[in-house]
């Protein structure tokens, strides 16, 4: 499995709008139902599971990043997306510093294996310190989507 098999690069956000955990979850989720990747009418429950799930524990791991993640009914086909932040965003991350990169995860509840699968791929490549800093400084959907092709390659 490699990112581009999850990763929705129409969903992909170079410069998010949101300033707040809440609202950026939001842009996300509404981000991959306009590419198709969920039912429009379902974005409201996958946004209150997502927030949910960082109430049980953030999901920013640290370095100025967070992968939120959730497996749920709505959702028939395993999609992420990524969002930038260039103000950064109180995620509650473990070493309490903003967060400016964002990979979304939404997986099937059926596909927990497949879910474990992509988020082995999305942290592997977010523990480089190389992966981390492009992503950061990608400013456009375009440079983003390469970065992904790189690392998929194994760059």
Do not use: C, W
Not at 115 to 135: C, E, G, T
């Amino acid at each position: 499995m490699k990112l581009k098999d999850f990763i929705v690069a129409d969903a992909i956000i170079p410069e998010l709008q949101g300033s707040e955990r809440d609202d950026v979850l939001r842009e996300l989720v509404t981000a991959l139902a306009l590419a198709g990747a969920l039912p429009r009418e379902s974005v409201d429950e996958v946004v209150a599971a997502l927030i949910k799930r960082e109430q049980n524990g953030s999901t920013g791991f640290g370095k100025g990043v967070a992968v939120p993640h959730v497996k749920h009914a709505a959702v028939k086909k395993m999609s992420g997306t990524i969002g930038r932040s260039t103000g950064g965003i109180d995620f509650a991350a473990l070493d309490h510093q903003p967060v400016y990169s964002i990979v979304l995860l939404l997986s099937p509840e059926a596909q927990p294996q497949q879910h474990l699968q992509a988020m082995n791929i999305v942290f592997s490549n977010l523990q480089k310190d190389m992966f981390r800093r492009f992503l950061r400084q990608s400013a456009t959907k375009q440079a983003i989507v390469e970065l992904l092709d790189e690392a998929d390659a194994g760059k």
